[in-house]
């Protein structure tokens, strides 16, 4: 009864830049945290960022700097920038919120994931 719809994702040179969304859907009392996850081929699964219903930021060490999340709490949105990208940044992309339910029963969701390329 909750969705989590990704979109943004894509073929990027290096140095260029992708903005993601992520919109969340359905049966929901409060979001409590979002956030951005990523899996490359033959690695784990790593944190990208994530953002606080009060708008505080975490971000991965080897994103920080480049990269920005930001929500609209309004429309139950987050969005990840993402500049300066490099092909180590090649990666499907998941979107995950933290989230009260109107059953009031607490859980993660996860989005079904966006692929992002960064190639020449």
């Known amino acids: 009864q909750v969705q989590l719809v990704e979109s943004g994702g894509g073929l990027v040179q290096p140095g260029g830049s992708l903005r993601l969304s992520c919109a969340a859907s359905g049966s929901i009392f409060s979001i409590n945290v979002m956030g951005w996850y990523r899996q490359a081929p033959g690695k784990e699964r790593e944190l990208v960022a994530h953002?606080?219903?009060?708008?505080?930021?975490n971000y991965g060490d080897s994103v920080k700097g480049r990269f920005t999340i930001s929500r609209d709490n309004a429309k139950n949105t987050v969005y990840l920038q993402m500049n300066t990208l490099k092909p180590e940044d090649t990666a499907v992309y998941s979107c995950?919120?933290?989230?009260?339910?109107?059953?009031?029963?607490?859980?993660?969701?996860w989005g079904q994931g966006t692929q992002v390329t960064v190639s020449s």
């Open positions: 995950n919120a933290n989230l009260i339910t109107r059953a009031f029963i607490t859980s993660d969701y």
């Open positions: 953002i606080t219903s009060g708008g505080t930021t």
